[in-house]
C-alpha cells in the first residue's frame, strides 16, 4: 500500500517539462510527481508559466468582494444556487470533527448556461452567480481556465507515473464539475488554536492552491501535522480522493487543514476532477493478489455527496427529505491518512 512517510518538509517539482514537446522530459517530470504523490502526497510546484498578474488580479477582486457588507454577499449565497455556487457564509461549512470553519468563501466552476443538460440537482454543474463589481468575472474566469490548463497537464504527468499513455485519463475531461474556490480568512488576534477550515481530504482528483499567507497544515504518515508555507512563484498542489482510488491507496489523499490563522490569508484552491460519470475504480495494476481494492466509485456521485455532508444548506435538505444522497455514498473522512490509522493499516 501507500510508501506516505513521516516526512517533515513538503517537495518542489518543477513542471516545466511539461509545457515542452520532449518526451524524455515528461517522463522525468512525471517520476517526481509520482515520487511526490506517494511519499508525501503533497509537493509545491513550480515552472507553471502562469503569468503573475492573473494571481495579483484574482486577488484584488477577491479583497474587493470580501470586503462588502455582509448583506450585499448574501445576494449571491451559495443556498440561492441549484448547482453550489456562490457565496458560502463563515460557519457555513462542518467537516467530519463538527466544527464549523472560521472562513467566507466564494464558490465557482465553468458557468455553463442553465438549460444545458447536465444542469440537474447532484451533478454540480450549471451557471455561476456573479456579484455585481466590475471585472470580477474577467478576472476569476482568466485565473480558472489557466489553472485548468495547468491541471490538464499535470492530469497527463500523473499518467504517465502510473504506467498507463499520457493521454490515458484525457476523455474523462471533457465537462468536468471542477471548482474554484476564492477563500477569505478573517484577521483574528484569538486564533492561537482556531481552525480556519477542518481536517479533510479534498473529493476530486488532486488540488492546485494558490495562498497568500501561513496556516495550511498537513498530515504525514506518523500523524504529526507539518507547515506548507507560501512560496513564491508556485503553487501547491496535493493528492485527492480520485487518485487514491485509481492507485489503490498507493498514493494517499493527503489530509490538511487549515489553523492558527492569525493575519488576514486569502486561499485560492483549483479542485481538478474528471467528469461526473467516470466510473473510479481501481487500475488492474496496483491490485495484487489478495489485496483488498477499494469499492468503485462514481466520481460526481462522490463529490456531491461529501459536499452535502459539509454544508449546512444541503444537510438541511437531506434532513428535510428534498435530497438524497447517491446509492453507495461514503462517510465523511473515509480517504486519507486518518481514515487509514482508523482501519488500523499503516499510511
Not at 474587493?64 to 458560502?88: D, Q
Not at 512560496?231 to 487549515?258: C, K, P, Q, S, Y
Not at 434532513?319 to 487509514?340: D, H, M, N, T
Request: charged share 25%.
Amino acid at each position: 500500500m501507500s510508501s506516505l512517510t513521516g516526512f517533515t518538509e513538503v517537495p518542489v517539482v518543477d513542471v516545466s517539462g511539461l509545457r515542452t514537446d520532449d518526451p524524455a522530459e515528461h517522463r522525468r517530470v512525471a517520476a517526481e510527481l509520482g515520487r511526490a504523490a506517494r511519499e508525501v502526497g503533497f509537493f509545491y510546484v513550480s515552472g507553471t508559466g502562469i503569468d503573475p498578474a492573473l494571481a495579483a488580479d484574482l486577488r484584488r477582486v477577491a479583497q474587493e468582494f470580501f470586503a462588502l457588507p455582509v448583506e450585499e454577499k448574501m445576494r449571491t449565497y451559495i443556498g440561492r444556487s441549484t448547482n453550489h455556487r456562490g457565496y458560502v457564509p463563515i460557519g457555513e461549512e462542518v467537516f467530519a470533527g463538527g466544527t464549523r470553519d472560521l472562513k467566507e468563501a466564494f464558490d465557482l466552476g465553468a458557468d455553463l448556461p442553465a438549460d444545458d443538460p447536465d444542469h440537474l440537482a447532484g451533478r454540480m454543474l450549471g451557471p455561476n452567480q456573479w456579484p455585481g463589481l466590475p471585472g470580477f468575472a474577467e478576472a476569476v474566469t482568466a485565473w480558472y481556465d489557466e489553472v485548468m490548463a495547468l491541471g490538464r497537464a499535470l492530469l497527463r504527468g500523473f499518467a504517465l507515473a502510473l504506467g498507463e499513455p499520457a493521454d490515458a485519463f484525457d476523455a474523462h475531461v471533457t465537462k468536468p464539475p471542477s471548482q474554484l474556490r476564492l477563500i477569505h480568512y478573517p484577521y483574528d488576534p484569538d486564533a492561537k488554536d482556531a481552525v480556519g477550515i477542518g481536517a479533510h481530504t479534498d473529493y476530486e482528483c488532486f488540488t492546485l492552491l494558490l495562498p497568500t499567507a501561513p496556516g495550511l497544515e498537513v498530515l504525514n504518515g506518523a500523524g504529526e501535522w507539518i507547515d506548507v508555507p507560501p512560496r513564491e512563484g508556485t503553487l501547491v498542489v496535493n493528492v485527492g480522493d480520485i487518485l487514491e482510488m485509481w492507485t489503490n491507496g498507493r498514493f494517499v489523499a493527503t489530509t490538511h487543514r487549515v489553523r492558527k490563522v492569525s493575519e488576514e490569508r486569502y486561499s485560492f484552491p483549483l479542485f481538478f476532477n474528471v467528469d461526473h460519470d467516470t466510473l473510479i475504480a481501481p487500475l488492474p495494476q496496483f491490485v495484487a493478489e489478495g489485496e483488498p481494492a477499494h469499492e468503485p466509485i462514481v466520481a460526481g456521485d462522490h463529490l456531491f455527496a461529501q459536499t452535502a455532508q459539509s454544508f449546512s444548506y444541503l444537510r438541511e435538505r437531506l434532513a428535510a427529505g428534498e435530497l438524497q444522497l447517491p446509492e453507495g455514498s461514503r462517510q465523511l473522512s473515509s480517504f486519507g491518512q486518518e481514515a487509514l490509522q482508523a482501519a488500523g493499516r499503516p499510511a
